[in-house]
């Protein structure tokens, strides 16, 4: 069993920055970041494979960047100019099983603890 253990997040306002960090304990060869706002479903935000390949939703393009340590065994989500839209629990997931740039839930074995991030306006 892989274990995620997330890092980041806080409260910033309209236009800040933040990172969110997850590192594995294992072998993992697909990876994801997902956000939970209250009341809403679970929702893929940006994914990553091992050639370094990326998907993002599109709500997301152009202001987030998710990268990957493979020294570290750990990876990121880089926020810039965030939006109150963007307030969330931010989950990180992965797999050890290639999953392509898959931004669904059913697809990753492992989830990180999640991480609150909040933009106020």
């Known amino acids: 069993q892989v274990q995620l253990v997330e890092s980041g997040g806080g409260s910033v306002q309209a236009g800040g920055s933040l990172r969110l960090s997850c590192a594995a304990s294992?072998?993992?060869?697909?990876m994801a970041w997902f956000r939970q706002a209250p009341g809403k479903e679970r929702e893929g935000v940006a994914a990553?494979?091992?050639?370094?390949?990326?998907k993002y939703i599109d709500s997301v393009k152009g202001r987030f960047t998710i990268s990957k340590d493979n020294a570290k065994n750990t990876f990121y989500l880089q926020m810039n100019n965030l939006k109150p839209e963007d307030t969330a629990m931010y989950y990180c997931?992965?797999?050890?099983?290639?999953?392509?740039?898959?931004?669904?839930?059913?697809?990753?074995?492992?989830w990180g603890q999640g991480t609150q991030v909040t933009v106020s306006s």
């Open positions: 294992g072998y993992i060869i697909s």
């Open positions: 990553i494979v091992d050639d370094g390949a990326t």
């Open positions: 997931s992965a797999s050890s099983r290639n999953r392509g740039l898959s931004l669904g839930t059913g697809f990753y074995r492992f």
